[in-house]
């Protein structure tokens, strides 16, 4: 158990809807990135919070958005779902660049 | 586009066998490097990390580094049937915990 844990674990959503995925960084830990990974690929990097503040983004569009709050758990905010986002949403906690997973949000886009 | 390239597999090991897995990454300025095992269905877990050339055991598991040629590996030794799983390869950059993963490697270790 690495002390992160997300919710919900599974979801259901259909195109065009939004969604709130939420995670719990471990104790100790200020800084939350959130990955995306779908079947068969590994995590891709979403964004990342460190205190509250985004800390670097990857390749993905502005409906991607979070947040994270003064006891540094996080949200991840999708809108307007297209199919694609159908995947496994993983979020990360760190500190001194070791990186530890949650169990992750299954997201099914119908 | 900084990329993180592993083979995909499956690599079948037997029991008892070394498993060597590797990864190759185009970032140079890449500085720190990480094997993650991943159970189907499950979130990764991190097995271990390697900052600097050489090699690092924990255990079963070596980890090799070499900058130079922008590869890292990672050995497993007496392959267990609970080792069957997908072995992701991530390289940190610039700023730490933003990781760039590889698409992973499925190790199926026979009896």
């Known amino acids: 158990e690495t002390g992160v844990t997300q919710s919900p674990t599974h979801l259901i959503k259909t195109r065009g809807q939004q969604v709130t995925l939420r995670c719990s960084s471990q104790s100790g830990h200020n800084t939350v990135s959130w990955y995306q990974q779908a079947l068969g690929q590994g995590p891709q990097f979403i964004f990342q919070?460190?205190?509250?503040?985004?800390?670097g983004r990857g390749n993905f569009p502005p409906r991607f958005s979070g947040l994270q709050f003064p006891n540094y758990s996080s949200e991840l905010n999708v809108n307007a779902l297209e199919l694609d986002d159908s995947a496994l949403y993983l979020c990360?906690?760190?500190?001194?660049?070791?990186?530890?997973f949650g169990p992750g949000t299954r997201l099914t886009v119908l | 586009q900084k990329e993180v390239e592993q083979n995909s597999g499956p690599l079948s090991v037997p029991e008892g066998a070394i498993a060597s897995l590797n990864c190759t990454y185009s970032?140079?300025?890449?500085?720190?490097f990480f094997w993650y095992r991943q159970y189907s269905g499950k979130s990764p877990e991190l097995i271990m990390f390697?900052?600097?050339?050489g090699d690092k055991e924990d255990g079963r598991f070596t980890a090799q580094l070499n900058k130079a040629s922008q590869y890292v590996s990672l050995l497993i030794r007496d392959s267990q049937p609970s080792d069957s799983a997908t072995y992701l390869c991530?390289?940190?950059?610039?700023?730490?915990?933003?990781?760039?993963f590889g698409a992973g490697t499925q190790v199926v270790v026979t009896p």
């Open positions: 970032d140079r300025g890449s500085q720190s």
């Open positions: 919070y460190y205190r509250e503040e985004e800390n």
């Open positions: 990360a906690s760190s500190q001194d660049d070791e990186q530890f």
């Open positions: 991530a390289v940190g950059g610039d700023s730490w915990g933003k990781f760039q």
């Open positions: 390697i900052y600097s050339n």
